[in-house]
C-alpha cells in the first residue's frame, strides 16, 4: 500500500544481481524447503557460518548474522509462495555439504530474478526512476525525511516517510578500497560488480554521522587478477586447486585449495589480498590441464608477457621469464613436489587429494 519510488543510478534495473549467481541462504522454517526434504535449520547455518569464519582475521557479528538467517525461511516463502518467483533448491556439494544449510536460487541466476520481478514492480505502480544517481540524505533533526538526488534534469529533491539504502559496495572507490587494505595498490584486481558500486551509500551514511562497521577491512566482489585473457569468474575460471601458487619472490604463501567446493573461493582471494604481493602466480603442467585452458596459454605464451602467461620446460626457464630468482622458485618447487609425494602440506595444510605432483 505504499507509494514507492525507486531511484536507480544505471540505466537498468538489478545492479550487480545481474552479474551474480543469485544464489541465498535458506535457514529457520521455509515451507518451500520442508516440501523438498532439505534441511534448513538454522543451528545447520550457523555451524557453517562459524566454521568457515574460524580463522578470519576480522571476526564477523555472529548474532547479527543469525538475526539476518532467522528471517530468510519467511523470505523464501514470500518469494515463492507470495510473489511466484521460480525459485528452486540448490543442494550444497562439496567439502562443506554436512556443514551448510538449505541454499535457493533461480534458473538463470540473477539475471533471471532481475526478470521475474520487473513485471511485478509494474504492476505495483512502482516509480522507478533509472539513470538517477542518490546524491545525499536529507536529515530533519535524527530522521531521514528525503534524498537529494541527480540525473540529466538537474539535481533535485524526493521528499519521504522511509528511505531504504540498498546502494551496494565500493569495489569502484579504489581510494576507499586502498586505505581499508594498503596490499591492493600492489595488485591488479578484475571487478565483477556493476559499474555503479562507487560507494555512494558509503559516503551518504558517512555525511549524516551513522555508526559504521568497526574496520578496517574489506569484501571484495572480486578476483585478484589472473590476467583477465582467461576471463577468471565465479562462473568460469581455472581451478587452482590442484595447482602450486607462489608470489612474485617465488614463495608459496596460501593454500590453493581452501574452500575447494565454492570454486575461485573467497577466502583464497582474501589470502592473496592480504599477502600482498604485486603478482600471484599459478604453475600449471602441460600434461595435466583441461585441454581449452592449454589452448588459451599456447596462444599467448609466444609473447612471453609474464603478466599472461609465460611457457617453460623447466622451472629455472620460468624463473628467468618472471623474473625470479632461480634458486628461490626451484626450492619453492622441489619441496612442493615432496610435499605431493609425501601428501601432507606442512607449510600451507592443503587436502592431500589435491597435493597433485607435477
Known amino acids: 500500500g505504499a507509494q514507492v519510488i525507486l531511484v536507480e543510478k544505471n540505466d537498468f534495473l538489478g545492479g550487480s544481481l545481474i552479474v551474480a549467481g543469485g544464489g541465498f541462504a535458506v535457514a529457520n522454517g521455509s515451507k518451500h524447503m520442508a516440501s523438498v526434504g532439505l534441511d534448513d535449520s538454522l543451528e545447520t547455518a550457523m555451524n557453517f557460518v562459524r566454521t568457515v569464519n574460524a580463522n578470519a ?36 556439494s562439496g567439502d562443506h555439504a554436512v556443514q551448510r544449510s538449505a541454499f535457493a536460487g533461480f534458473p538463470t541466476f540473477g539475471a533471471g530474478m532481475v526478470k521475474e520481478v520487473e513485471p511485478l514492480i509494474a504492476q505495483k505502480n512502482i516509480t522507478v526512476l533509472l539513470s538517477t544517481s542518490a546524491e545525499s540524505v536529507i536529515m530533519d533533526g535524527d530522521r531521514a525525511v528525503g534524498l537529494t538526488v541527480k540525473n540529466r534534469s538537474g539535481e533535485y529533491t524526493i521528499k519521504a516517510d522511509q528511505i531504504i539504502l540498498a546502494t551496494g559496495g565500493a569495489p569502484y572507490d579504489m581510494e576507499r578500497l586502498i586505505a581499508a ?7 591488479s584486481i578484475d571487478q565483477q560488480a556493476s559499474v555503479g558500486d562507487t560507494g555512494d551509500g558509503f559516503r551518504m551514511l558517512e555525511e549524516i554521522g551513522v555508526q559504521m562497521g568497526e574496520g578496517p577491512f574489506v569484501k571484495t566482489s572480486s578476483y585478484p587478477s589472473f590476467a583477465s585473457q582467461f576471463a577468471y569468474y565465479w562462473l568460469n575460471n581455472p581451478t587452482p586447486f590442484s595447482q602450486m601458487m607462489f608470489d612474485a619472490s617465488g614463495l608459496r604463501f596460501a593454500n590453493e585449495a581452501v574452500g575447494a567446493d565454492m570454486g575461485m573461493s573467497t577466502q583464497l582471494n582474501v589470502d592473496i589480498i592480504r599477502h600482498g604481493s604485486e603478482a600471484a602466480y599459478l604453475l600449471y603442467d602441460a600434461h595435466n ?70
Open 57 to 92: 582475521l576480522h571476526q564477523p557479528d555472529y548474532d547479527f548474522i543469525e538475526y539476518v538467517l532467522s528471517e530468510t525461511g519467511k523470505t523464501d516463502d514470500y518469494m515463492v509462495y507470495d510473489l511466484g518467483l521460480t525459485v528452486e533448491e540448490l543442494p550444497a
Open 289 to 358: 590441464i583441461p585441454e581449452d585452458l592449454k589452448a588459451l596459454f599456447e596462444q599467448y605464451a609466444p609473447e612471453g608477457n609474464k603478466a599472461i602467461v609465460v611457457k617453460g620446460s623447466n622451472i629455472e626457464e620460468i624463473a628467468e621469464k618472471l623474473g625470479i630468482s632461480a634458486r628461490v622458485l626451484r626450492a619453492t618447487y622441489d619441496r612442493y613436489q615432496t610435499e605431493c609425494a609425501n601428501g601432507l602440506d606442512v607449510d600451507q595444510g592443503k587436502p592431500s587429494e589435491y597435493l597433485v605432483a607435477y
Open 181 to 187: 587494505n594498503p596490499s591492493l595498490a600492489l595488485m
